[in-house]
C-alpha cells in the first residue's frame, strides 16, 4: 500500500473481553455472560478508526513471539510490527457490567519494547505523512522519537497522554502540536508539571478560562481536554490551526481511542481545527 497520510504508533494487545451483569466487588467473583478475545491496544484501535475514515494509515507497534498473529486490520492499514524475541505480546483484562462501565488492565509485554532504532526504520511512512498520533502506551524512547520525526518533517504531531507514562518528560510535550487527554490524565499532568493537586471533579466544574490558563502552561501547542457528560475544551496557543477563537467548548465530543483515530484522520485535510473536531465527533 503506497500513500500513507497518517502514521499511528503504540500499544497492540489482545483483549480478553468478559461480559457480566454487575462488576465484581473484592471478595465477591462474578459469573460472566459471555467471553471473548479480539485484537486491541490504543494504536489499534485509533489507526482502524482512522481507516475507517477512509485516510491510509501507517501502524508501528511491537508484538511479542508467542502465537498471537494480529488481525483485525483493514486493507488500508499498513503495520509494521517490531517482533521482540522472548516477550509476549500484550494482553489487557477487560470486565464490562450492562450499565456502560467496565474494570481493565494491562500487561505490556513487549509494548514496552518498541525501540527508537525500529521507529526510525519506518522513516518511509513519515515522508508520506501529514499527521502522526503517538500514545504513550509503549517506550517512552520510542514515543520522543516518533515526535521528533514528526517535528523534523513539520508533520503535525499529536500524543495522546494516556495512560500517562511515568517518564513521561517536558520533551514530549515540548515536541506535541496537538495534546489529547481526560480530565484524569490533565489533573495527572497538572499535579506533575505544574506542582498543582486538582481533582478530576473539580475540572469538570472550571470555567474555561482557568483551564485554559493551566493547559496553556502544559503545553504550547493545542491542548483537548475530553470533560465529562460528553464535552471537550480546545486550547489553542499562538497557532489557532485556523480556528477563530483561542478557547472554547463543544458540548457532544466524542471519547476514546476511536475519536482520536477520527480526529488524526480529519486533520490530514487543511481546515479549522474546529471542523476536524466536529467531524470527529459525528458532528
Known sequence: MTGVRLVVLGGY???QVWQANDLPHPGEPTLATAFARRPGGKAFHQAVAAAHAGVATGLIAAIGDDLIDPEGIPFNVLAR???????????????????GHELRTLAP???DLLTPDFVQAQDDLFA???VVLVSTQTHIDAVATALDMAASRRLLGML?????HAELTVRELSSTDVLLTDVYEFTALCARFLNIDIAATAVTGMDDTTINAL???LC?????????????LVSHGVDLRGDDLPCYRVQACALGDTFKGTL???????GPFRHALMAACGG
Open 220 to 232: 504550547a501547542g493545542t491542548v483537548v481536554v475530553s470533560l465529562n457528560a460528553g464535552a471537550c
Open 160 to 164: 495522546d497522554a494516556g495512560p500517562l
Open 13 to 15: 494487545s489482545e483483549e
Open 109 to 111: 509485554g513487549a509494548s
Open 81 to 99: 510490527w517490531q517482533i521482540c524475541q522472548g516477550a509476549h505480546t500484550a494482553r489487557a483484562a477487560v470486565i464490562q457490567d450492562g450499565h
Open 215 to 217: 493547559a496553556r502552561r
Open 264 to 270: 488524526a484522520a480529519r486533520l490530514v485535510e487543511p
Open 128 to 130: 508520506q505523512a501529514r
